[in-house]
């Protein structure tokens, strides 16, 4: 994975001092460590000392690597000289003083007299019970500030209420707590980190998957490094790591702009690389396009959001606005009862790769299959959405279940994401299935004219995951089509691996013996029952250029000239079969400078807009550019795919009218003879096809 640097100086301390000669890394009774003095790990790795962050002159008791900060005592009460010292009190408590005497932090730690505090290798500061005891009364990684170190963790005990969580700094030159909170929580029993400001949440990691965080794909590229350490019990929920053998220090961060970061000291250039960053993009934003909305960083919209299948915009005005966040409703409700239980068979529509919604409404069971937890959504009413605990085993699936009620939100595509599955009722699914909307690889066609009594639908569709739900689904649609040109759907069985749909029996065999010939596009009426070809050129009134629909010449400008009766459609709103024509009636207005009036009444005029009147006349321009008598007068359809994107481009004025003077339609193939076909020689004929 890629990594940037970071400069190692961007947080300029001011350090007064060395490190004082004879002090270990222990402080116990009767040593103080004054301003200017120092103490330092064994291996020199980390140094506890009063320090000055920025350009202010205020001072700080704390620890850090290097020249980086990684955890400050007195963070809302500084020093406001350099007459701070370190103290061990006879309880065991760590004391910073200022000049006067008085206490302006303390551990609040208790213990005996002989109490020593001593700073780890890994950059702990602990005071123990003695010199020979590993009783711990009091460290400060159970008080983190803004950084995350090996061996520290996050998380609440929830039998003493205790929490730890990383706050941001308030401004380079000011470590009181800032406006960012990074803890880790737990909804249903799932453990992730989440990202506050303040009081709402800004970014979260989605739940711990058995491997990493669901949605921080980038986990798994460094797992050589650490070895997360996770804690999920009834007195306790916790998330740390630890560094593996031979593994660089790292550190998660979280600076004043709330972007965390987890950076890995590089010991060759002497800085820091950026491992991962969140939230990385726009779709981290949390609960961006509201319940039940889909954000993804490819799509094409600014808003970045899209609705699940089977779901609508709650407000479209709004999304039109490219604001989301009121999320998506249900285009129809779900088939539960009053009474709390199914009623009929609801089904789910699997959405792939996302970072799984918030976990605050959902409950785990570890314990069960992913299929038990079909079953176990289906007997719910408040059940919207299931996916797997457990991305390990269950055959690829997953294993364990996450159920959700209500509202899910923040849910986006992320590399490396999991499947999940939302609650549609039976009816959406059918409307889905007869639409062929969701279906992949889905052909009607076959199922038309078939040539045996039984037909044995035996493809893996049918026997994979999710393959009952596939098959009922066909059934259901297969079972209402009534049709004296379709088959019927007899019977069914879906008993074990042996899904099986009989058909009745048509004796003209199979549809495919009556495709691919010159009877298509409804044109056979043309030929003669022994002609297996024809140079019979088919045509739509309205939409075919004067040069083909008259004499049968196809040229390179015929696409062009069907493009420009389109575009004039989408702007005027109506249709070029309607009488007078549209593009007599369109040239019509611009030979009387009116072009204005061929705007869609349906939609209301920008009057007050002019580059919204420019964009409009200069669409229609277009259109009857693309609609000129000549080929050699309508532009390539490139240069009119450039005319459309380009407002800067000069365009030029529509010359001759495809519309013979005195009429209002245009030209149609059989006006010559009064007829349907106009026979110019004999080896070409020009069919008009209604």
């Known amino acids: 994975m890629a990594s940037h640097v970071l400069v190692l100086l961007s947080l300029p301390l001011i350090f007064l ?75 065991g408590s760590l004391l910073v003083l200022d000049g006067s005497g008085q206490v302006i932090w303390s551990s609040n730690s208790t213990g005996a007299s002989s109490a020593v505090a001593q700073l780890l290798e890994s950059g702990n500061l602990v005071v123990f019970h003695d010199q020979n005891s590993s009783a711990v009364l009091w460290q400060s990684f159970d008080h983190p500030s803004n950084t995350l170190l090996p061996g520290m963790k996050t998380g609440k005990n929830l039998w003493t209420g205790a929490e730890w969580y990383l706050t941001s700094w308030r401004s380079a030159d000011d470590p009181a707590p800032g406006p960012y909170r990074r803890g880790t929580e737990t909804g249903g029993g799932l453990l992730e980190n989440v990202l506050w400001h303040g009081g709402a949440k800004k970014y979260r990691t989605g739940p711990w998957n058995g491997l990493w965080f669901n949605g921080v794909p980038e986990m798994p590229s460094y797992a050589d490094m650490f070895a997360y350490q996770l804690t999920a019990s009834p007195g306790e929920i916790t998330y740390g790591y630890r560094a593996k053998a031979g593994a660089p220090l790292s550190r998660v961060v979280v600076p004043e702009d709330g972007a965390v970061e987890r950076l890995v000291w590089d010991p060759s250039s002497r800085a820091w690389k950026t491992f991962y960053s969140a939230p990385r993009d726009v779709c981290d934003a949390y609960a961006r396009c509201g319940p039940f ?40 409700p779900l088939d539960c009862g009053g009474n709390g239980t199914t009623t009929t068979m609801d089904s789910f529509v699997v959405v792939r790769s996302v970072k799984l919604p918030d976990t605050q409404n959902a409950s785990v069971d570890t314990g069960i299959a992913v299929e038990e937890c079909r079953e176990r959504c289906l007997a719910d009413c408040s059940c919207v959405a299931y996916a797997a605990a457990d991305i390990r085993g269950g055959g690829g699936a997953g294993s364990g279940c996450i159920i959700w009620t209500h509202d899910v939100v923040n849910i986006r595509y992320v590399d490396k994401g999991q499947d999940l599955y939302l609650r549609l009722a039976k009816s959406e699914l059918e409307d889905d299935a007869r639409d062929n909307k969701r279906k992949r690889n889905a052909v009607i066609a076959p199922y038309l004219l078939v040539s045996y009594r039984m037909i044995i639908l035996w493809a893996k569709d049918y026997l994979g995951e999710r393959a009952l739900d596939d098959f009922m689904r066909e059934v259901a649609v297969m079972s209402k089509l009534r049709h004296d040109n379709l088959v019927r759907l007899l019977a069914f069985s879906d008993q074990a691996n042996e899904r099986v749909m009989v058909y009745e029996y048509m004796q003209n065999r199979s549809l495919n013996l009556y495709i691919f010939d010159i009877a298509d596009f409804g044109t056979e009426k043309q030929f003669r029952a022994d002609q297996t070809g024809t140079q019979t050129v088919v045509v739509s009134p309205g939409y075919a250029p004067p040069e083909c629909a008259k004499d049968g010449d196809v040229t390179l400008k015929c696409d062009v000239f069907s493009f420009g009766v389109v575009l004039l459609e989408v702007v ?76 800067t481009s000069q365009l030029d004025q529509p010359r001759t009218s495809v519309i013979e003077r005195g009429t209002e339609r245009p030209l149609a193939a059989g006006e010559a003879t009064g007829g349907g076909a106009i026979a110019q020689d004999p080896s070409s004929t020009v069919v008009n096809l209604m």
């Not at 600014?302 to 249900?330: D, I, K, N």
Request: glycine share 8%; net charge positive.
């Open 293 to 332: 909305g889909l954000c993804n960083v490819d799509a094409a919209s600014t808003s970045f959001c899209g609705c699940a299948e089977g779901f609508r915009p709650a407000s479209l005005a709004a999304w039109r606005m490219r604001e989301a966040s009121g999320g998506c409703r249900r285009a129809v």
């Open 572 to 647: 005027s709103g109506r249709r070029n079969s309607a009488e007078p024509s549209l593009v007599s009636h369109a040239w019509k207005l611009w030979e009387e400078r009116r072009i204005m009036d061929l705007h869609d009444a349906a939609v209301p005029r920008p009057r007050a807009d002019a580059d919204l009147v420019s964009e409009l006349r200069r669409c229609i321009q277009i259109g009857l550019l693309c609609v000129q008598r000549s080929p050699c007068d309508r532009p390539a359809m490139s240069a009119a795919l450039a005319m459309l994107t380009s407002r």
């Open 17 to 91: 001092g060395t490190p004082a000669t004879g002090i270990p890394d222990m402080l116990d009774h009767g040593r103080n460590i004054t301003d200017g003095e120092t103490l330092v790990s064994a291996n020199g790795s980390f140094t506890l000392g009063f320090f000055s962050p920025g350009v202010t002159t205020r001072r700080y008791l704390g620890i850090w690597f290097s020249t980086t900060v990684c955890w400050v005592a007195n963070r809302e009460r500084p020093l406001n000289d350099t007459s701070g010292v370190l103290v061990l009190s006879d309880t």
